[in-house]
């Protein structure tokens, strides 16, 4: 079967650090995304994962661990322009599909 | 470079009418995909294009729902009949090949509203 998880909500101040996580259960396994989705806008990419270790991008990092099943996604410094939902999302099935997790809406507190 | 196209961006239509989406990929962009989101989670992958042939549909409810790609190029979603419980955004992705590490370019979506 297939399953994403990932926290419904979670609040953080501006300025601070938050880690948003996600756990998967997919038939294949061929690279974790990350997107990020405004309200009522179309998902943005963020960042891409497939083989184990931390993948650094300005303010976002992306963390994979293979074996556990097991993403994160850390923002810094954050800025309000970063409430908005966060999707996990992997490519399984020798690249065939992309399966999303629920989201994870973040709300940026000044 | 331009963006993915969709249209319209909202559609209001009561249940058991049909109604129609429309989706121009980035220019180059062999695979496209189309997507339900229900307000509140993810996207669920409905039909997968690879050029003009389907490479997925296994989520597509095709008693009511088709879709084609003409020519490799733009694309149509259709509803017929529409159910209450097919109000979500539609969205549209392309993305250049069907390559490991090729991401998804996601377009506005159409927000549909079944009464």
């Known amino acids: 079967g297939q399953n994403i998880d990932q926290p419904t909500e979670m609040t953080a101040t501006e300025g601070a650090i938050v880690q948003i996580n996600c756990t998967y259960q997919t038939s294949g396994f061929n690279g974790l995304f990350w997107y990020q989705q405004h309200a009522g806008e179309a998902p943005t990419f963020l960042s891409y994962n497939v083989l184990d270790g931390l993948e650094e991008k300005g303010r976002f990092s992306s963390f994979l661990s293979r074996s556990k099943g097991y993403s994160y996604l850390l923002l810094k410094e954050l800025q309000m322009k970063d409430s908005a939902s966060y999707l996990c999302?992997?490519?399984?099935?020798?690249?065939?599909?992309?399966?999303f997790g629920p989201g994870t809406r973040l709300s940026v507190l000044p | 470079e331009a963006g993915v196209a969709q249209s319209p961006r909202y559609k209001i239509i009561e249940k058991r009418q049909s109604v129609a989406f429309w989706c121009n990929p980035i220019s180059g962009h062999a695979t496209l995909y189309w997507y339900q989101q229900i307000l509140g989670q993810g996207p669920k992958l409905l039909i997968q294009f690879q050029n003009n042939g389907v490479v997925d549909d296994s989520q597509l409810p095709k008693d009511r729902f088709s879709a084609e790609r003409l020519k490799g190029v733009d694309s149509t979603l259709k509803i017929q009949p529409a159910k209450l419980e097919d109000s979500a955004v539609y969205l549209c992705a392309s993305s250049l090949v069907q390559r490991i590490t090729d991401t998804q370019y996601f377009g506005p979506g159409t927000r549909l509203t079944v009464l």
């Open positions: 999302a992997v490519r399984d099935n020798y690249g065939q599909n992309f399966v």
